[in-house]
């Protein structure tokens, strides 16, 4: 081997070397990247991919379906009626930003009347209420309504610490007038430090066989830190039933709590 052609291959070699540093300097940040909760992999402390362990979303497969016990559709006034869906969210540590729903509305030959759809945040662990106001039906009575979630949910984990500091707790129930214009007094109190906004409120009566007889609802823009505020449910019509229970469900979505 001539001294020429040893040279040109050592050139060769260097030159070589020189992409190849190149190159391991353009992939090192893919090669060492840390585990992200958008990756599409299954890596770091995740139980799923890109869900569970650290990560914001829950895995899917962890949590269980959300569960609709009833349905009803209660009158206001004649041709006006309000829809509550009563449900049960069994996963104490997940919840849900938003998901889209549908009402629909059948009479007594089970014959389409309407529908109505929204969308709604799902509070993490226990019973909660969907509350639709003022469904127009005409001359038709809703016998039969039905409720179902028109889209798959997409589960957040929430920490026990959130869920114990925000607490709200509802006060001493009154009703009065009961068959004629009844009206309904409560309160609802904040213990904990931070301001808790947009709080439905949703109030169930029942019966003595606890049959859901009529149903309410109330909405208040924000509940202070340390604070109690009273709120009261009214009706346009008495009651046939004579209500011998009452439910008070306080709702708000806890993603959108700001905790500083």
């Not at 070397?17 to 190149?22: D, N, V």
Request: with cysteine.
């Amino acid at each position: 081997m001539t001294w020429a052609l040893k040279r040109q291959i050592i050139y060769l070699l260097i030159l070589l070397g020189i992409f190849a540093f190149i190159g391991y300097l353009f992939a090192r940040p893919y090669i060492n990247q840390a585990p992200t909760c958008t990756d599409g992999k299954q890596n770091g402390s995740e139980t799923g991919i890109d869900c569970g362990g650290s990560c914001a979303r829950a895995c899917t497969i962890a949590v269980n379906p959300l569960n609709v016990l009833w349905a009803r559709a209660f009158r206001v006034v004649p041709g006006r009626y309000n829809a509550v869906a009563y449900i049960q969210n069994q996963n104490k540590n997940s919840a849900i930003y938003k998901i889209h729903y549908k009402f629909h509305f059948a009479d007594k030959d089970n014959l389409y009347i309407g529908a109505r759809e929204g969308d709604t945040f799902v509070p993490p662990g226990g019973n909660f209420a969907i509350f639709e106001p003022a469904i127009d039906v005409g001359n038709s009575v809703p016998v039969f309504t039905t409720f179902s979630f028109t889209e798959t949910p997409v589960w957040y984990q929430v920490t026990d610490a959130n869920i114990k500091e925000l607490q709200i707790l509802v006060g001493d129930i009154t009703l009065t007038n009961e068959e004629t214009s009844p009206v309904v007094q409560t309160s609802l109190q904040n213990n904990s430090l931070f301001t808790i906004p947009e709080i439905k409120t949703v109030i169930i009566l029942y019966d003595k066989n606890h049959n859901a007889i009529n149903a309410s609802s109330t909405y208040l823009d924000s509940l202070a830190g340390k604070s109690k505020v009273p709120i009261s449910f009214t009706w346009q019509e008495g009651f046939s039933d004579k209500v011998v229970a009452k439910e008070v469900v306080p709702m708000f979505n806890i993603f959108s709590v700001k905790f500083n």
